[in-house]
């Protein structure tokens, strides 16, 4: 099972970003994706989550209007766009699979390598 | 949202000696606590699921025990490997929460 996400950005502030994660050896539409965000030297923060099979989507009401989580079945890839950036959101975002199949257990295993995205003026 | 508050911050131990780390919760999450780990540069990496269970390939000297409101990772004989920071995170309700960490550190 591997989860390979997308390479580093640098947005302005204002702007949007687009991450995608790419999976492989497992069945795309049968493990939920969540994604997973760390600011520099601090902790986790959990942002939503996606049902490759369906497209459906929880999201943190924090993040509520701004992100959106969206899905390939024909690559097996997930993606995760972040809307009107701030400074506050530099951070290095990951993808986690569900460890179960078909349901949303909330367990995040295995992870994506992670990407940084960098909002600066 | 459910806080989680792990202590101690940071853990100044010497390898061979046994860690013992904690994870508080604002309310009770049963038994829904995990524990991952955190090297740097790396991805977390899943230890412990449902307050207990070792995940796939992680050695027996990662032990997790508690439910309700109060958990603890016992790691019983600190390799060189395992200095690292170590997370506890719920998945009782919406929005799953992660603990602040504890970052385990060669004394």
């Known amino acids: 099972v591997q989860l390979v996400q997308s390479g580093a950005e640098v947005k302005k502030p204002g702007a949007s970003v687009k991450l995608s994660c790419k999976t492989s050896?497992?069945?795309?539409?049968?493990?939920?994706i969540h994604w997973v965000r760390q600011a520099p030297g601090q902790g986790l923060e959990w942002m939503g989550i996606i049902n490759p099979s369906g497209g459906n989507t929880i999201y943190e009401q924090k993040f509520q209007g701004r992100v959106t989580m969206t899905r390939d079945t024909s690559t097996s890839t997930v993606y995760m766009e972040l809307s009107s950036l701030r400074s506050e959101d530099t951070a290095i975002y990951y993808c986690?699979?569900?460890?179960?199949?078909?349901?949303?257990?909330?367990?995040?295993?295995?992870w994506g390598q992670g990407t940084l995205v960098t909002v600066s003026s | 949202e459910v806080v989680l508050t792990q202590s101690p911050a940071t853990l100044s131990l010497s390898p061979g000696e046994r860690a013992t780390l904690s994870c508080r919760a604002s309310?009770?999450?049963?038994?829904?606590l995990a524990w991952y780990q955190q090297k740097p540069g790396q991805a977390p990496r899943l230890l412990i699921y449902d307050a207990s269970n070792r995940a796939t390939g992680i050695a027996a000297r990662f032990s997790g025990s508690g439910s309700g409101t109060d958990f603890t990772l016992t790691i019983s004989s600190l390799e060189p490997e395992d200095f690292a920071v170590y997370y506890c995170?719920?998945?009782?309700?919406?929005?799953?929460?992660f603990g602040q960490g504890t970052r385990l550190e060669i004394k």
């Open positions: 309310q009770s999450v049963s038994s829904y």
């Open positions: 050896g497992y069945t795309f539409t049968t493990f939920y």
């Open positions: 995170q719920h998945r009782f309700n919406w929005p799953p929460t």
């Open positions: 986690a699979r569900d460890r179960d199949q078909y349901v949303d257990r909330k367990i995040f295993d295995p």
